[in-house]
């Protein structure tokens, strides 16, 4: 059974840095994506950052420039470095992995790509 477990998150002032780490166990990864998706209260969840097995990354609009993704695929590990933290970067942050084929039409910060999730890490930003 694939499980998911992030950590890093907490409150930072603006302007601050955090480090999220996803582990993953029973999990080998795979020539697929993997992602980060944060969700703040009353939104929907949102693609942050994703980065494929060949290394290939993507970035929502709104973080492009501040944060980074990466992987350690000898540790089954997903990193995100978040710089430059802003009010509206609050919210839970999940990591997500894709294990089987979808269809090479949806985006790679599209939800609907995962099929796997971890439990979510809380990050808060203050003004």
């Known amino acids: 059974q694939v499980q998911l477990v992030e950590s890093g998150g907490g409150s930072v002032q603006s302007g601050g840095s955090l480090r999220l780490s996803c582990a993953a166990s029973?999990?080998?990864?795979?020539?697929?994506?993997k992602g980060w998706f944060r969700q703040a209260p009353g939104k929907e969840r949102e693609g942050v950052a994703a980065?494929?097995?060949?290394?290939?990354?993507t970035y929502g609009d709104s973080v492009k420039g501040r944060f980074t993704i990466s992987q350690d695929n000898a540790k089954n590990t997903l990193y995100l470095q978040m710089n430059n933290l802003k009010p509206e970067d609050t919210a839970m942050y999940y990591c997500?992995?894709?294990?089987?084929?979808?269809?090479?039409?949806?985006?790679?910060?599209?939800?609907?790509?995962?099929?796997?999730w971890g439990q979510g890490t809380q990050v808060t930003v203050s003004s």
């Open positions: 997500a992995v894709q294990t089987m084929s979808t269809s090479p039409t949806l985006q790679a910060l599209s939800k609907l790509r995962y099929n796997y």
């Open positions: 029973g999990y080998r990864y795979s020539n697929h994506w």
């Open positions: 980065i494929h097995n060949d290394g290939n990354t």
